[in-house]
């Protein structure tokens, strides 16, 4: 489950050793275990059974068999924050929306108004008594941080999925401690996800990562699985899993191994260095019931159907299972019939030739791992490539439609631009912001969000006249730039709240010695 977005589990570690008889890592780096070999539990009740008989052996679970969720177990979030994909609803720890009956987690999303923190819980700033926030529907989203940690295992649920234009079901786990970065420099793992379940025959269950840079050098690969038999998620119960091991991610839908991805496809470009990373980290578990949202609302019948809420998503138990036969890398336990999609993932963006006395990041077009973006408040920057003849030829130009925006050349990661000494690029403005209150331009390097040089100020050359610009990166670093991890070597905008009708066009953007 996509969006943006830290240790302790001691209790788990407990179950490890009394439920698999053995040392060895449980995955959670701050407590040790003893080093004599794992050996598998005596009792068969707490492992796997045939058919698999892989030598997992179970470490934690949750029937849901007592009168309340278990709070050893699990936490609420709640926050309207919208999930970082425009979702709809606020998420609360209302019994109307998540409760324990019959043997099964309820999670329920409701159609009503509502208001809450619009910041992550683990932000820094969020206040749970913040109502800055709100949203359309109610829901509950609950986790095992803190409470449940875990490098490497077996993570299954037995499920039943609410249908409708809108729901968006999920089972799926991010890092406890995010040590590459935030989202999703540091991955996530989505074990199950459906959207819109019935609405025009959909029968669709999907299995994901996510990973590779920051926005929006952010990636994802993965599958979707169709139960077989004409069998929908939402009519009954199934078991969704992931096995996974160092280097290598597996998903079943009751039992059926249907794909496997592998560290030959995934990356995190802040440790490009490390072909595990970043699925070689501790992470927790996640359930929610989203409403809307980019995916959802985007396919199908798109939307949200009001008329389709309230919906239940039902959970009759979740289990984590670790392999006795290494407990620190996962490996030996693996379960498969051989027929499954194998999804190569992506490889990471080349790196630049940082030992040439020449960096081009623009001379016509774009350089490669370098490419164009822009955000804006609202309405738009257009950008074009325009011949212009004489000695420029092809330049970009660029057009402001907004108040608030900026173009800048990004790339996928960030690299150590510091034996450079400038950026340097030409200029020329065409048209001045129609409310021509300022004679300046601003330019900035960013070195990953929030790192920035903080914006550096020009000032606005005459209309119709090229001018070469030579930056030192010295005093960009005194703004704040960490040379050493640029990722954003060049963003320009006329001055803020002043942009609308500006007319830029530049060329041979460059990082010299």
């Given at each position: 489950?996509?969006r943006?977005?830290?240790?302790?589990?001691?209790?788990?570690?407990?179950?490890?050793a009394?439920?698999?008889?053995g040392?060895?890592?449980?995955?959670?780096?701050?407590?040790?275990?003893?080093a004599?070999?794992?050996?598998?539990?005596a009792?068969?009740?707490?492992?796997?059974?045939?058919?698999?008989?892989?030598?997992?052996?179970?470490?934690?679970?949750?029937?849901?068999?007592?009168?309340?969720?278990?709070?050893?177990?699990?936490?609420?979030?709640?926050?309207?924050?919208?999930?970082?994909?425009?979702?709809?609803?606020?998420?609360?720890?209302?019994?109307?929306?998540?409760?324990v009956?019959?043997d099964?987690?309820?999670?329920?999303?409701v159609?009503?108004?509502?208001?809450?923190?619009?910041?992550v819980?683990?932000?820094?700033?969020?206040?749970?008594?913040?109502?800055?926030g709100?949203?359309?529907?109610?829901?509950?989203?609950?986790?095992?941080?803190?409470?449940?940690?875990?490098?490497?295992?077996?993570?299954?649920?037995?499920?039943?999925?609410?249908?409708?234009?809108?729901?968006?079901?999920?089972?799926?786990?991010?890092?406890?401690?995010?040590?590459?970065?935030?989202?999703?420099?540091?991955?996530?793992?989505?074990?199950?996800?459906?959207?819109?379940?019935?609405?025009g025959?959909?029968?669709?269950v999907?299995?994901?990562l996510?990973?590779?840079?920051?926005?929006?050098?952010?990636?994802h690969?993965?599958?979707?699985?169709?139960i077989?038999?004409?069998?929908?998620?939402?009519?009954d119960?199934?078991?969704?899993?992931?096995?996974?091991?160092?280097?290598?991610?597996?998903?079943?839908?009751?039992?059926?191994?249907?794909?496997?991805q592998?560290?030959?496809?995934w990356?995190?470009?802040?440790?490009?260095?490390?072909?595990?990373?970043?699925?070689?980290?501790?992470?927790?578990?996640i359930?929610?019931?989203?409403?809307?949202?980019?995916?959802?609302?985007?396919?199908?019948?798109?939307?949200?159907?009001?008329?389709?809420?309230?919906?239940e998503?039902?959970?009759?138990y979740?289990?984590?299972?670790?392999?006795?036969?290494?407990?620190d890398?996962?490996?030996?336990?693996?379960?498969?019939?051989?027929?499954?999609?194998?999804?190569?993932?992506?490889?990471?963006?080349?790196?630049?030739?940082?030992?040439?006395?020449e960096?081009?990041?623009?001379d016509?077009?774009?350089?490669?791992?370098?490419?164009w973006?822009?955000?804006?408040?609202?309405?738009?920057?257009d950008?074009?490539?325009?011949?212009?003849?004489?000695?420029?030829?092809?330049?970009?130009?660029?057009?402001?439609?907004t108040?608030?925006?900026?173009?800048y050349f990004?790339?996928?990661?960030?690299?150590?631009?510091s034996?450079?000494?400038f950026?340097e690029?030409?200029?020329?403005?065409?048209?001045?912001?129609?409310?021509a209150?300022?004679?300046?331009?601003?330019?900035?390097?960013?070195?990953?969000?929030?790192?920035?040089?903080?914006d550096?100020?020009?000032?606005?050359?005459?209309?119709?006249q090229?001018?070469?610009?030579?930056?030192?990166?010295?005093?960009?670093?005194?703004?704040?730039?960490?040379?050493?991890?640029?990722?954003?070597?060049f963003?320009?905008?006329?001055?803020?709240?002043?942009?609308?009708?500006?007319?830029?066009?530049?060329?041979?953007?460059?990082?010299?010695?």
């Amino acid at each position: 489950m996509s969006r943006l977005l830290f240790r302790s589990a001691t209790t788990v570690l407990a179950l490890v050793a009394s439920a698999c008889g053995g040392g060895g890592s449980s995955g959670n780096e701050n407590t040790s275990m003893s080093a004599e070999p794992p050996v598998a539990d005596a009792r068969p009740d707490r492992c796997l059974e045939d058919p698999m008989n892989s030598g997992y052996c179970l470490v934690w679970q949750d029937e849901f068999a007592g009168e309340g969720i278990d709070s050893e177990k699990w936490s609420h979030e709640i926050n309207c924050f919208g999930g970082g994909n425009d979702e709809a609803q606020c998420y609360t720890d209302a019994p109307e929306n998540s409760w324990v009956a019959d043997d099964k987690l309820h999670i329920k999303a409701v159609r009503e108004n509502a208001v809450g923190p619009s910041r992550v819980d683990d932000d820094p700033s969020y206040d749970r008594n913040d109502v800055s926030g709100s949203g359309t529907y109610t829901s509950a989203r609950l986790r095992t941080k803190g409470l449940g940690d875990w490098k490497y295992g077996r993570f299954e649920i037995r499920a039943k999925l609410p249908f409708g234009q809108g729901s968006w079901p999920a089972f799926w786990m991010l890092p406890t401690d995010w040590t590459y970065g935030g989202w999703p420099l540091s991955g996530e793992i989505d074990i199950l996800e459906a959207v819109n379940l019935k609405v025009g025959g959909e029968d669709q269950v999907h299995g994901t990562l996510h990973y590779g840079g920051s926005w929006p050098g952010n990636v994802h690969t993965g599958e979707s699985h169709r139960i077989g038999g004409n069998l929908n998620p939402a009519d009954d119960f199934h078991t969704y899993a992931v096995e996974w091991e160092e280097g290598e991610i597996r998903w079943y839908v009751d039992g059926d191994h249907y794909a496997t991805q592998t560290s030959d496809g995934w990356y995190t470009t802040a440790a490009l260095d490390n072909p595990l990373a970043p699925f070689d980290q501790t992470f927790h578990l996640i359930l929610n019931l989203a409403v809307g949202g980019n995916w959802p609302a985007s396919v199908n019948d798109t939307g949200i159907d009001e008329g389709a809420f309230p919906q239940e998503f039902q959970i009759d138990y979740v289990r984590v299972y670790q392999c006795t036969e290494d407990f620190d890398t996962g490996k030996g336990c693996a379960s498969t019939d051989g027929e499954f999609v194998f999804n190569p993932g992506k490889q990471p963006p080349q790196a630049p030739d940082t030992t040439a006395d020449e960096l081009v990041v623009f001379d016509g077009e774009a350089k490669a791992p370098y490419q164009w973006h822009t955000w804006t408040a609202s309405g738009t920057v257009d950008i074009a490539v325009v011949d212009v003849g004489g000695d420029y030829g092809d330049v970009a130009e660029i057009t402001w439609n907004t108040d608030q925006g900026i173009g800048y050349f990004q790339s996928d990661a960030a690299f150590d631009l510091s034996d450079f000494t400038f950026i340097e690029f030409d200029l020329q403005v065409l048209a001045e912001p129609s409310d021509a209150g300022s004679a300046l331009l601003t330019f900035r390097a960013d070195c990953v969000h929030p790192c920035s040089s903080g914006d550096y100020p020009l000032v606005m050359p005459a209309v119709d006249q090229w001018t070469r610009f030579q930056i030192p990166l010295l005093e960009l670093e005194q703004g704040g730039l960490n040379t050493a991890s640029v990722n954003t070597p060049f963003v320009i905008s006329p001055a803020w709240d002043n942009q609308m009708g500006a007319v830029l066009q530049i060329d041979n953007v460059s990082l010299t010695r």
